[in-house]
């Protein structure tokens, strides 16, 4: 059974970095695209970053010019490279993947687009 696991996450002053990574285990099937998405307490989970199996990215007004979605495929794992964190980044952050065909459209950050899920990593960024 395939499965993602994140990992990276921690506690950072505003203005650190942290990289996440995100690995695919199990069966790796081919996916469509595959995103980070992030939660904070209190609120609902939003779309981050999103990247094509092909490589066109897409982010989030909010962390654009900061953060940097990748990925390699012949390791099977994401990545999320987020420069100059704020306090407001602190969240928790959650890797997906799109591995089935959707017959109807998603948006790119709509959570319906994806049904793989890693159980996520804690961001915290302290002023």
């Known amino acids: 059974q395939e499965e993602l696991v994140e990992s990276g996450g921690g506690s950072v002053q505003a203005g650190g970095s942290l990289r996440l990574s995100c690995a695919a285990s199990g069966h790796t099937s081919v996916t469509y695209y595959k995103a980070w998405f992030r939660q904070a307490p209190g609120k609902e989970r939003e779309g981050v970053a999103v990247?094509?199996?092909?490589?066109?990215?897409r982010y989030a007004d909010s962390v654009k010019g900061r953060f940097t979605i990748s990925q390699d495929n012949t390791k099977n794992t994401l990545y999320l490279q987020m420069n100059n964190l704020k306090p407001e980044d602190t969240a928790m952050y959650y890797c997906a993947a799109q591995s089935r065909f959707r017959s109807a459209w998603y948006g790119y950050f709509d959570q319906m687009r994806y049904n793989m899920w890693g159980q996520g990593t804690q961001v915290t960024v302290s002023s």
């Open positions: 990247i094509a199996d092909e490589g066109t990215t």
